[in-house]
């Protein structure tokens, strides 16, 4: 695995990234007016609720950069836990492209509209999910597309197909991940991309590295891919 600094003068300094906008509703926080009809719901537990609201806050921070300073129009959401994905993309950029990803076994529910587009999975796994992406035409792997594959895998089960999709990315791109196994088990995942600086760090504080900051974190590890344009007629990264 490979380190590139995201602020240094090959990748732009990450000037998005501590943007005030405005936040997202996270599931089970209630509004400051009381709807009558939802008082007798059941209270959200409070630390799931803090975990969707720092999972939020995180992706809001790559797409930030990824949309302001690496100017990718084309996003991927793979199966993301959290609400407001597409939301923030458009805020960020009105006009670029976005496209669920449901792997077999996540949660949630996608339909197509005009502003995004679903793909459902059906069992066989990130390569054939992949083969489909690319054979729609729903992205242009020959431009940039960032794929935001964030739902946090556990010891052990580290996506497959990675090494497919670097492939695919003739066009260059990034991967964000988000896992809670071992710090080195996430460094591999990366391997067949560059992460950008600090590398693998805590959802919390990401791009901060962990020796920068004293707070507690939630134990949720993260970081950003990227993989450059292939120069056209050689296998070489430029």
Do not use: K, N
């Amino acid at each position: 695995m490979i380190v590139t600094d995201v602020r240094g003068p090959e990748a732009g300094r990450l000037t998005a990234v501590f943007r005030e906008r405005r936040p997202l509703r996270v599931p089970g926080q209630r509004p400051r007016v009381v709807e009558l009809d939802t008082r007798d719901r059941p209270a959200a537990d409070p630390a799931r609720a803090e975990e969707i609201r720092l999972h939020q806050a995180f992706l809001g921070r790559v797409v930030d950069y990824l949309c302001a300073d690496a100017g990718v129009r084309q996003f991927v959401d793979w199966g993301c836990p959290v609400p407001g994905t597409t939301e923030r993309i458009r805020e960020a950029a009105p006009e670029a492209r976005v496209v669920h990803v449901a792997p077999e076994g996540t949660a949630g529910v996608l339909a197509s509209s005009g502003t995004a587009t679903a793909l459902s999975g059906d069992g066989s796994g990130t390569r054939s999910l992949l083969r489909r992406l690319r054979d729609s035409g729903l992205v242009d792997f020959g431009e940039p597309v960032a794929v935001l594959m964030t739902r946090p895998f556990p010891s052990g089960a580290a996506p497959d197909g990675l090494g497919d999709l670097r492939s695919l990315m003739r066009g260059g791109g990034y991967l964000a991940l988000t896992s809670t196994a071992p710090r080195a088990e996430l460094e591999r995942a990366f391997d067949p991309f560059r992460t950008l600086e600090p590398g693998v760090a805590d959802l919390t504080w990401w791009p901060y590295p962990d020796e920068d900051v004293s707070d507690r974190g939630c134990g949720i590890l993260a970081g950003l891919g990227r993989v450059r344009e292939r120069g056209r007629g050689t296998s070489r990264w430029r």
